[in-house]
């Protein structure tokens, strides 16, 4: 009897100390702070990479890591990305990349399947937790190249205020014969903002962006998809539908007649004036800006927006995504490290700060949080824009640049009067597919 309670004692005494030795393995992986470690970081600046630098001394101090952030204009920084990558320099430990340049950079980039575990985090994000719209942006051929860090897509915004005033409801409904209301199509998308435009008072029913740069190609592209064609197809065929894309440029060209008067050379900053003072209807903008427009201090438009899956064309509801994505690159020294900066800049808990802070999350259950949404009603019809067919994303290869800025130039030749239709369309499609040719035969 007496044996086996000591038997009993012993079993009981290793199931102890087996405990006590997970445990306190686990709060020493908990506590393990990395010693002399820096890592570089090289983001985007707007309102994402200002709450994480706001933020990052948190992370500085629960993992001993610190971080320089060097935060650049877009243009500047895929400059500065493309020097660094392609000499090797390993100066950057982890770089944001704009989606469209994922195809050009990404033999340079470390797989995320390939990142290390953390050392003081928890745990890896998991890609589930991402809007697999966001995680198709930062892949290139069946690679996931990084952590998507924004869900970041080109929506539809209005002001509900007007579509919510009596008198003017009477007035829309006796001119036009159905219910003012958040436009579901593009022929209501014209027809609001022509009955809401009004010349002599400064406020116009559309912004557009039609300086010349990646956001007129982006602006064009939401055009092109809208009315049922597209630049090219995954198999990079240049499928342009050169008679829908004639179709489309006529009705932006109805759009422009009820924009602001700069409409040929508007922009971001172009498009935020209008809209926080309170002098337009509607536009498509990029969630960072959104931000901004709800802002009380600065935007007589706060509280008075609307947030909806884009407008209906012939060819369906379209909306362009702009996902970054944080890569870690083959040259970096420091891949734990800027991996568990990742981690914590993607974490829920880290989020749910950030988003204070004035970032825009990439997770799933921050997005769909309803205490969030009531916050950033922007949220759900982000979801919505991300879901399904309507995510649009540009022609993915590596000469994209180049492409790009055949479709801004078109773009601007046939907006501003100087070339017809047609003959432009014919022109740039002749143009990218020998882009594509030349690309295929090196």
Same mark, same amino acid.
């Given at each position: 009897? %007496?044996?086996?309670?000591?038997?009993?004692?012993?079993?009981?005494?290793?199931?102890?100390?087996?405990?006590?030795?997970?445990?306190? $393995?686990?709060?020493? *992986?908990?506590?393990?702070?990395?010693?002399?470690?820096?890592?570089?970081?090289?983001?985007?600046?707007?309102?994402?990479?200002?709450?994480?630098?706001?933020?990052?001394? =948190?992370?500085?101090?629960?993992?001993?890591?610190?971080?320089?952030?060097?935060?650049?204009?877009?243009?500047?920084?895929?400059?500065?990305?493309?020097?660094?990558?392609?000499?090797?320099?390993?100066?950057?430990?982890?770089?944001?990349?704009?989606?469209?340049?994922?195809?050009?950079?990404?033999?340079?980039?470390?797989?995320?399947?390939?990142?290390?575990?953390?050392?003081?985090?928890?745990?890896?994000?998991?890609?589930?937790?991402?809007?697999?719209?966001?995680?198709?942006?930062?892949?290139?051929?069946?690679?996931? *190249?990084?952590?998507?860090?924004?869900?970041?897509?080109?929506?539809?915004? @209005?002001?509900?205020?007007?579509?919510?005033?009596?008198? /003017? +409801?009477?007035?829309? *409904?006796?001119? @036009?014969?159905?219910?003012?209301?958040?436009?579901?199509?593009?022929?209501?998308?014209?027809?609001?903002?022509?009955? /809401? &435009?009004?010349?002599?008072?400064?406020?116009?029913?559309?912004?557009?962006?039609?300086?010349?740069?990646?956001?007129? !190609?982006?602006?064009?592209?939401?055009?092109?998809?809208?009315?049922?064609?597209?630049?090219?197809?995954?198999?990079?065929?240049?499928?342009?539908?050169?008679? *829908?894309?004639?179709?489309?440029?006529?009705?932006?060209?109805?759009?422009?007649?009820?924009?602001?008067?700069?409409?040929?050379?508007?922009?971001?900053? =172009?498009?935020?004036?209008?809209?926080?003072?309170?002098?337009?209807?509607?536009?498509? #903008?990029?969630?960072?800006?959104?931000?901004?427009?709800?802002?009380?201090?600065?935007?007589?438009?706060?509280?008075?927006?609307? &947030?909806?899956?884009?407008?209906?064309?012939?060819?369906?509801?379209?909306?362009?995504?702009?996902?970054? !994505? /944080?890569?870690?690159?083959?040259?970096?020294?420091?891949? +734990?490290?800027?991996?568990?900066?990742?981690?914590?800049?993607? $974490?829920?808990?880290?989020?749910?700060?950030?988003?204070?802070?004035?970032?825009?999350?990439?997770?799933?259950?921050?997005?769909?949080?309803?205490?969030? #949404?009531?916050? @950033?009603?922007? &949220? #759900?019809? %982000?979801?919505?824009?991300? $879901?399904?067919?309507?995510?649009?994303?540009?022609?993915?290869?590596?000469?994209?640049?180049?492409?790009?800025?055949?479709?801004? !130039? &078109?773009?601007?030749?046939?907006?501003?009067?100087?070339?017809?239709?047609?003959?432009?369309?014919?022109?740039?499609? =002749?143009?990218?597919?020998?882009?594509?040719? =030349?690309?295929?035969?090196?």
């Amino acid at each position: 009897m %007496l044996k086996k309670k000591n038997i009993a004692l012993t079993l009981v005494l290793f199931l102890f100390i087996g405990s006590f030795l997970i445990v306190n $393995s686990s709060s020493i *992986k908990a506590n393990e702070k990395y010693e002399d470690t820096e890592i570089r970081v090289l983001v985007w600046r707007d309102a994402h990479s200002k709450a994480v630098k706001e933020k990052v001394h =948190e992370f500085e101090e629960k993992t001993g890591i610190d971080v320089i952030i060097d935060d650049l204009p877009t243009q500047s920084l895929t400059q500065k990305m493309a020097m660094n990558l392609t000499s090797e320099t390993g100066k950057y430990d982890i770089v944001a990349v704009d989606e469209p340049y994922v195809p050009k950079f990404a033999s340079y980039f470390i797989n995320y399947s390939e990142w290390p575990q953390p050392k003081v985090l928890a745990d890896k994000v998991d890609l589930n937790v991402v809007p697999q719209g966001a995680v198709d942006a930062g892949s290139w051929q069946n690679n996931v *190249k990084g952590l998507p860090i924004n869900a970041n897509v080109y929506m539809f915004t @209005y002001r509900k205020d007007l579509i919510n005033d009596t008198d /003017l +409801q009477n007035k829309f *409904k006796e001119e @036009y014969g159905y219910e003012l209301q958040g436009p579901k199509d593009l022929d209501q998308l014209y027809e609001i903002g022509k009955f /809401l &435009y009004n010349e002599k008072d400064q406020f116009y029913g559309w912004a557009p962006f039609t300086v010349k740069s990646e956001g007129a !190609t982006v602006e064009f592209m939401w055009l092109l998809r809208s009315f049922g064609t597209k630049i090219m197809n995954d198999d990079l065929e240049v499928v342009l539908d050169v008679d *829908k894309a004639v179709e489309a440029l006529a009705y932006y060209n109805k759009l422009l007649e009820i924009s602001p008067p700069s409409k040929l050379s508007m922009g971001h900053p =172009e498009t935020i004036q209008n809209m926080e003072s309170g002098n337009l209807f509607s536009t498509l #903008q990029w969630p960072a800006i959104i931000a901004g427009h709800e802002n009380p201090e600065n935007s007589v438009a706060a509280g008075k927006l609307a &947030y909806s899956a884009n407008p209906a064309g012939p060819g369906g509801a379209a909306a362009i995504t702009g996902v970054w !994505t /944080l890569a870690i690159p083959e040259a970096s020294k420091n891949k +734990q490290a800027a991996a568990e900066f990742a981690y914590w800049w993607g $974490s829920k808990d880290s989020g749910k700060e950030l988003v204070k802070a004035g970032m825009s999350p990439m997770r799933k259950d921050l997005l769909e949080d309803p205490e969030l #949404q009531k916050r @950033y009603p922007w &949220y #759900q019809a %982000l979801m919505e824009n991300l $879901s399904g067919d309507i995510a649009v994303h540009r022609p993915r290869f590596p000469e994209y640049p180049k492409v790009s800025d055949e479709i801004s !130039t &078109y773009f601007s030749r046939v907006i501003s009067g100087s070339m017809e239709a047609e003959a432009a369309m014919e022109e740039m499609k =002749e143009k990218i597919e020998n882009i594509v040719k =030349e690309y295929k035969n090196e």
